[in-house]
């Protein structure tokens, strides 16, 4: 069973970095290596895409985190991080990881001073 756990979320003063992980259980990256996708969801808003990484480590962002926000991926892990830096308040969500139909349960990410 494919299973997608999230962590590194918390409180950050706008300007700061997080780190956010998503560990994944129940495929080998390194036998079969998966696309994965972040996403967010802030309250009150739909929830909206941030960033995917694809097998070949091709990465696409949303125009409101790209040169902010960096995908990778461990596949020696099963792990795919999210670095985001410069944050800002907009930033404030729930964060998750999705990978084909599974999701992770999400990470809180808050921005504020």
């Known amino acids: 069973q494919v299973q997608l756990v999230e962590s590194g979320g918390g409180l950050v003063q706008p300007g700061g970095s997080l780190t956010l992980a998503c560990s994944v259980s129940?495929?080998?990256?390194?036998?079969?290596?998966?696309?994965v996708t972040w996403y967010r969801q802030a309250p009150g808003k739909q929830r909206e895409f941030v960033a995917i990484?694809?097998?070949?480590?091709?990465?696409m962002y949303a125009d409101s985190v790209k040169g902010r926000f960096n995908i990778s991926r461990d596949n020696g892990k099963n792990t795919v991080s999210l670095q985001m830096n410069s944050l800002k308040p907009d930033d404030t969500a729930v964060y998750s990881c999705?990978?084909?139909?599974?999701w992770g349960q999400g990470t809180q990410v808050t921005v504020s001073s």
């Open positions: 999705k990978l084909e139909q599974y």
């Open positions: 129940g495929i080998d990256f390194n036998t079969k290596p998966k696309p």
């Open positions: 990484i694809t097998v070949s480590r091709q990465t």
